[in-house]
C-alpha cells in the first residue's frame, strides 16, 4: 500500500489506543492461568492478535465479544499439543514471550513468521532455555525454529541485547518444576521489564532480583491466578500525534495515558518539552503544543528504542544537530531503524550521520519524496508525521509499504484524520 501525504497543521484530541506491549503480556499470563480473566480495553492489532492465535493454539479459550474486552479461559500451563506450527506474523513480542511459554509443554511445537520475523533474532533465548531442560533447532536462531521442552528450572544466563528474551524467561519460569536462576548480561529496554514484573507482582508472583537487573531467582511450582485488568494507554503509539503537533505547528491532547505507567517511551514527552515544545501533563491526558522553533538536543535512547524513528523526525525540523546514541538495539526491530531512518530522510533533504548505535540529524526544510516503509510500522508512522511536515504545501511525500502501521496503530488514519490530516492511498 503506497500513502500520499500532505503538509498540514495537527489540531484536536484523541485518545490513546491500548498498550501492545501490556496486551502481549496480559494474553501470556491469561494464558498461562487457571480460570477465567478478563482483558478490558486491549490493542486490537495484527500483532496482539497473532498473540491471541498463539494463545488459543495453545489451548486457551478466547472470546473476543466487540474487542472492548477478551474473555480469556486459561490452561493453567497445561497446553494441547498444537497440530501446526504457530504463526506469529511481524509479532516479535508474541514469538519471544510464547516461545518461553511454549517451552513447558513436553512435547515439539514449530513457530514461525513473516519475512520480517525471519530476521530477528531467536537465538538468544533459545540458549538461554536450553541451560534450563528445553530442546530446540533453528535456522542460525531465526524462525522457523521448533523447540522441545518441558521446561524444568535451573541455572541459566542470558545476553539483554533485547530485553524481550528476559522477559519470556520471567513470565515461564514461575511454573517450572524447579527454581530458576536466571544471570543477565548487556541488558537495554530496562524498562519493558519493569512492564513485565508489575504484572508478576500483581499476580504474586515470588522472584528476588539485583537492583540493576543483572541476577534473578524465581522459585518454582508457581501458579498464576485470572485476573481482570484495564489496558492503559500505549505510549509508543501516542508519541506519534504528539510528535505531529511540535513538527506542524499545532497542538493535540491525548487522552488516556498514565505518567505512572512503567513504559519506557512516555520519557518522550520529556524528550519533546527539552526541544522546545509546550507539554502538559494531567492526571489522564496529555497536550502538545508547538514552540516557536524546536532546538536539537543530544539523548540517550537506549530505554525508549521505538521512539528513534519518530525522535529522528522532530530532530529534521529543529534547528541544529541532534545526536541519538547508545540504541543498538534498534538494528534488530522490524527492520534496522538506523540505517533505514537515515535513508529515507536524506530522500526528503535533511543530513544524517549514521554511528554503530545510533544517529545525529541535522535540522533542515523537509522536502515531500518518494520514501520507504520499509514494511516497519514505526518507521512508516515517523514519516507520515515527516510528510505533515514539509516545507511546501505544493509538495507530497509518498510511503510505500504503510500497509505495516496496522501492526501496533490501526486507528492511525482515523485518528489523524480527525486532526487535520490528509492522505490517500494510492
Not at 112 to 133: E, H, I, N, V, Y
Not at 239 to 262: E, H, Q, Y
Request: aromatic share 8%; net charge negative.
Amino acid at each position: 500500500m503506497k500513502l500520499s501525504v500532505s503538509k498540514n497543521v495537527m489540531e484536536g484530541e484523541i485518545l490513546a489506543p491500548g498498550s501492545k506491549s501490556h496486551t502481549i503480556r496480559a494474553l501470556a499470563i491469561a494464558c498461562l492461568a487457571k480460570g477465567n480473566s478478563i482483558i478490558k480495553n486491549p490493542l486490537v492489532s495484527s500483532d496482539t492478535i497473532s498473540s491471541l492465535t498463539a494463545a488459543s493454539t495453545l489451548g486457551a479459550w478466547i472470546k473476543r465479544g466487540d474487542d472492548t474486552a477478551w474473555k480469556i479461559s486459561g490452561t493453567g500451563g497445561h497446553f494441547i499439543e498444537p497440530a501446526n506450527t504457530i504463526n506469529m506474523g511481524n509479532s516479535g513480542t508474541g514469538t519471544r514471550l510464547f516461545t518461553a511459554l511454549a517451552a513447558l509443554a513436553p512435547w515439539k511445537i514449530g513457530f514461525d513468521g513473516d519475512d520480517s520475523l525471519r530476521t530477528r533474532p531467536m537465538g538468544p533465548l533459545l540458549d538461554a532455555l536450553k541451560k534450563l531442560g528445553v530442546a530446540s533447532s533453528s535456522s542460525g536462531g531465526f524462525c522457523p525454529f521448533i523447540i522441545r521442552g518441558p521446561l524444568k528450572g535451573g541455572e541459566t544466563a542470558v545476553v539483554g541485547k533485547s530485553s524481550q528474551y528476559l522477559s519470556a524467561l520471567l513470565l515461564a519460569a514461575p511454573l517450572a518444576p524447579e527454581k530458576t536462576i536466571i544471570h543477565v548480561s548487556g541488558l537495554n529496554e530496562i524498562p519493558y521489564v519493569d512492564i513485565t514484573l508489575d504484572w508478576l507482582r500483581r499476580e504474586g508472583i515470588e522472584f528476588t532480583c539485583t537492583e540493576d537487573y543483572s541476577f534473578f531467582e524465581i522459585p518454582g511450582g508457581q501458579t498464576y491466578r485470572p485476573f481482570s485488568a484495564r489496558i492503559p494507554g500505549d505510549f509508543s503509539s501516542a508519541c506519534f500525534p504528539a510528535a505531529a503537533a511540535a513538527v506542524t505547528g499545532g497542538s493535540v491532547t491525548i487522552r488516556n495515558l498514565d505518567f505512572k505507567d512503567a513504559q519506557g517511551d512516555r520519557k518522550v514527552f520529556d524528550y519533546l518539552a527539552q526541544m522546545g515544545a509546550k507539554v502538559t501533563k494531567t492526571a489522564d491526558s496529555v497536550t502538545v503544543k508547538a514552540g516557536k522553533k524546536l532546538h536539537a538536543v543530544e539523548l540517550d535512547l537506549n530505554s525508549t528504542p521505538d521512539a528513534l524513528p519518530i525522535m529522528a523526525v522532530a530532530a529534521a525540523c529543529a534547528e541544529g544537530t541532534s545526536v541519538f546514541r547508545n540504541v543498538a538495539q534498534a538494528r534488530i526491530k522490524e527492520t534496522d531503524r538506523i540505517h533505514c531512518m537515515k535513508l529515507e530522510l536524506e530522500k526528503m533533504g535533511i543530513q544524517v550521520k549514521e554511528f554503530e548505535d545510533g544517529l545525529s540529524v541535522t535540522g533542515g526544510v523537509l522536502h515531500g519524496a518518494s520514501v520507504d516503509g520499509h514494511m516497519d510500522h514505526r518507521i512508516a508512522m515517523a514519516l507520515a508525521v515527516a510528510g505533515f511536515a514539509v516545507a511546501d504545501s505544493s509538495e507530497t511525500t509518498v510511503i510505500d509499504g504503510a500497509e505495516s502501521i496496522s501492526v501496533s496503530y490501526p486507528g492511525f488514519f482515523e485518528d489523524f484524520a480527525s486532526l487535520g490530516a490528509t492522505f490517500y492511498e494510492m
